[in-house]
């Protein structure tokens, strides 16, 4: 009787190991604190976003002071341009969190004046959820640097995001689901011998 109760919770603890994998993070956007501004090396923000693996549920937390900057969600032209005129939201409150809802990029500016040009700007590529991995850590998706910054980058395979197809199925869901579906069976199972 006292190997059921170790096979059982042994059980639960692998089940738990591999969803774990599907739960929203949050992201300190560039890694620290004092990462929204200009630094010396202008492709900071992009190569931290390429060491990192954005899913639907994720958030971005922007840590900056809001008396001489903001954040500024735009769309890609603007976000190439350094085009603060006419963004599609504004985040003036220096400690701001974006939940990235949505497969497919998002883009990030500066609002203060010229600190968009000297690199502060992001995007993220967010995955959607048939194209997550379990518990695997896999090369990013990452911005690459426009044709005008011409510092060092840091190299990582390449991955597209194909279009989300409107078919709801979720093929990673889905595996978990069946993996959860015969541990639990194989546990009860168990449980009755």
């Known amino acids: 009787m006292g190997l059921l109760p170790s096979v059982f919770f ?10 774990g994998g599907s739960e929203a993070r949050e992201f300190l956007v560039g890694g620290n604190e004092n990462s929204w501004r200009v630094s010396t090396s202008p492709n900071h923000l992009i190569q931290w976003a390429e060491k990192e693996r954005f899913k639907i549920g994720d958030s971005l937390v922007f840590k900056y002071d809001s008396k001489v900057d903001s954040v500024l969600k735009v769309d890609e032209e603007d976000y190439k341009k350094c085009n603060k005129n006419k963004p599609l939201k504004e985040y003036h409150d220096g400690n701001t969190t974006i939940v990235l809802d949505k497969a497919g990029p998002f883009f990030f500016i500066s609002g203060f004046t010229g600190h968009c040009d000297k690199g502060v700007k992001l995007e993220v590529k967010v995955l959607s959820h048939k194209h997550g991995s379990i518990g695997e850590s896999s090369p990013s998706i990452a911005p690459k640097p426009s044709p005008k910054e011409s510092s060092p980058k840091i190299s990582s395979p390449s991955v597209s995001t194909p279009p989300e197809s409107p078919k709801k199925s979720d093929a990673g869901l889905n595996f978990r689901v069946d993996i959860y579906t015969v541990a639990m069976a194989s546990m009860v199972a168990i449980t009755m011998v």
């Open 10 to 19: 042994g059980g639960l603890m692998f089940l738990s190991m591999i969803l």
